[in-house]
């Protein structure tokens, strides 16, 4: 027998009891999510698109409702019109922050696209419009520093806390809902009004529950990530205290007429059939990203998180250490994707990054993080992070072809 099948069956049959774990969750968001249908009484009429302004588009108003209900908001906005998890991150922040206002990031620098969109010069970003941005970086045991939280938030002027849930390019596990509910208690005792801002990509349906229902006051992520289910084609979300959604929705369209507009002529079929099939689809992802952890970790591989370790969202981070083998990594994930399975990706200059990146994301979506996918920045250590998988089954044969690459069987 091939040592690659020989690790593969040692790690599935280690891992049954974490793979129970992991079911039970999606059992749970399962049925969360249906009373979320449920609930809004969601009918085949809301499938529809509609044209022009879209006054009478009961599908876009009732997706925001299923949202905002299974994840415990009281207000949320899902729209196909959101291009990216930055794009809806974005908008959320200017219409929430203005001229003066000050915001930091307790869980230390953001996600490399959101750099611009902070600190960038001349290019409208906050910055540039008068918002005053600092950064509280995690402590070594990867948790929040809540002293120094306490301490840069007992001036009472702190508009905006962020907290970014995922890892981005930072070797550091994500984020648990234990963690987040932490800090949001010291900030709410210390801070009463200081907005909190999560930043929940990657992580959805990874707990029982969610950052909004610990106290989190705005939510936002990405369609072609966990809640698209990999069926949506494209879109993000934000959810949170109504009051906070009614001003971002000044932003998404204008201030004059807010979320009372907004069309789209395909239609809402696959954002409300994704979204109901995630808790499972998540679940999948999630089982795949501990089967990475264990195989390349019998290898002598740096992972994070470990195969014991609580998963918080569907990433797994593998110090390589090579470029090479690196781009190798890579491109087996490629071979073994479904779309493009005969393309070799290679480093390039990809826009908002600030290094070369690599991405393997042989997808039915174009970059969907949910669907099997490894991407990392051309640097020393030269980590990828790999992450997604719509079937179990297709993560299994993932993780043997890239055994069979790093072992050159």
């Keep these: 027998m091939e040592k690659s099948q020989k690790l593969l069956n040692e790690s599935i049959k280690e891992l049954m009891p974490i793979f129970e774990r992991i079911d039970s969750i999606a059992l749970y968001n399962q049925n969360k999510v ?54 809806a991150i974005t908008v959320a922040l200017f219409g929430l922050l203005r001229p003066n206002d000050e915001v930091i990031s307790i869980s230390g620098k953001p996600y490399d696209t959101l750099t611009q969109v902070i600190s960038g010069e001349g290019n409208g970003s906050l910055r540039d419009f008068g918002v005053n941005y600092k950064q509280i970086e995690l402590t070594a045991s990867d948790d929040f520093d809540f002293d120094l939280t306490q301490k840069t938030l007992s001036n009472g002027k702190v508009k905006m806390v962020m907290i970014q849930r995922s890892r981005g390019y930072a070797w550091r596990k994500a984020l648990s809902v234990n963690q987040i509910k932490k800090a949001v208690d010291l900030i709410k005792k210390v801070s009463p009004d200081t907005i909190i801002f999560v930043d929940n990509c990657y992580g959805e349906f990874m707990d029982t529950i969610e950052p909004t229902e610990v106290g989190a006051d705005v939510m936002v992520g990405s369609l072609i990530k966990n809640p698209g289910g990999g069926i949506a084609p494209t879109g993000g979300y934000i959810v949170g205290k109504k009051t906070y959604i009614k001003q971002i929705e000044g932003r998404v369209t204008a201030p004059s007429i807010g979320m009372e507009v907004g069309s789209y ?50 990433v797994c981070s593998v110090k390589i250490g ?66 997604g998988g719509l079937t179990f089954e297709h993560g299994k044969i993932a993780v043997k072809e890239c055994l069979k690459t790093l072992l050159k069987e």
């Design 265 to 314: 002529a395909s239609g809402y079929l696959p954002f409300f059939q994704g979204f109901f099939l995630s808790p499972h689809i998540v679940a999948q992802a999630a089982k795949t990203a501990v089967l990475f952890s264990s195989t390349l970790g019998k290898l002598g591989y740096e992972v994070l998180p470990k195969p014991t370790d609580t998963l918080n969202d569907i």
């Design 322 to 387: 090579d470029k090479q083998k690196l781009i190798d990594f890579c491109q087996a994930v490629q071979r073994v994707s479904p779309i493009d399975s005969f393309v070799k990706p290679l480093p390039w200059d990809m826009p908002g990054y600030q290094d070369e990146v690599i991405m393997a994301a042989g997808c039915f979506v174009q970059g969907a993080s949910i669907e099997l996918s490894c991407d990392a920045p051309i640097k020393p250590p030269h980590i990828a992070y790999f992450q």
């Design 34 to 87: 249906l009373k979320a249908f449920q609930n809004n009484q969601i009918a085949l009429r809301h499938m529809s698109g509609s044209s022009g302004y879209g006054y009478d588009d009961s599908g876009r108003d009732a997706l925001g409702k299923v949202f905002a209900d299974a994840f415990c908001a009281e207000s949320g906005i899902v729209t196909p019109n959101f291009v990216s998890g930055t794009h």
